[in-house]
């Protein structure tokens, strides 16, 4: 199973917003709407910002939004501030054997 | 509230063995629906997943790497097991369990760098 496919990083000034997208295949994103992203500050360990495709656990802004149009998943991030600078990784599940497959991660810089 | 962690060795040699136990408190392994998870993550690199024990003993394994894992549990001490045969430079990560329930892996534990190296 291919990783899924994340920009390698963005970047946005504070109070701006970005969108990092996700792009997987029908077998992964594009059958089930089982997408999570994961935001990772250094030496810590992923936390979930997103899952279900666009639910928000509780704690997270609602700055965080997600959504999904056909095998592409996207992650916008609104208001930027300065401690969202991190990587984020999506994740999908992908059927019986494969449980979760990650993206490559995208470098977020607020600049 | 769920906390995990990791124990083990954080340095073995190429060939050997890599065993890794992951101790948690504020879940059951005997609920319905609950499993527990090992996800790596190569320095630099994106986390991979590597094996699921859920409550009910049902194992899942990476395809690209099931015939070198093991995992188990232990219920009755909130610990769960994985096993890595065959070590190889190429397998040092952080080495990440984390609660899974329904299709999420969350929270994750802190982590631990294992690297293999002669």
């Known amino acids: 199973q291919s990783a899924l496919t994340q920009p390698r990083s963005v970047s946005g000034s504070p109070g701006q917003s970005v969108t990092i997208s996700c792009t997987g295949t029908?077998?992964?994103?594009?059958?089930?709407?089982?997408v999570s992203w994961y935001q990772q500050h250094p030496g810590k360990a992923p936390k979930v910002v997103i899952y279900?495709?666009?639910k928000r656990p509780s704690g997270v802004p609602d700055r965080f939004s997600g959504s999904k149009s056909g095998n592409t998943a996207s992650l916008t991030i609104s208001g930027l501030q300065a401690e969202d600078e991190a990587d984020y990784y999506c994740c999908s599940y992908a059927g019986y054997y494969i449980l979760a497959v990650f993206g490559g991660g995208t470098k977020l810089t607020v600049l | 509230q769920i906390t995990l962690k990791e124990s083990g060795p954080t340095l073995v040699k190429p060939t050997q063995t890599l065993t890794l136990t992951c101790t948690f408190s504020g879940f059951s392994l005997s609920t319905s629906g609950v499993g527990v998870g090992w996800i790596r993550q190569p320095p630099g690199k994106a986390p991979e997943w590597l094996a699921v024990v859920y409550w009910d003993d049902d194992k899942r394994y990476s395809q690209a790497l099931k015939t070198r894992l093991t995992i188990t549990k232990d219920t009755s001490k909130n610990q769960v097991v994985l096993t890595m045969t065959n070590m190889d430079p190429v397998d040092t990560a952080t080495y990440y369990c984390?609660?899974?329930?329904?299709?999420?892996?969350?929270?994750w534990g802190q982590g631990i760098l294992v690297t293999v190296s002669s």
């Open positions: 029908s077998s992964d994103v594009g059958a089930y709407n089982y």
């Open positions: 279900d495709v666009s």
């Open positions: 984390a609660h899974r329930r329904a299709w999420l892996f969350d929270p």
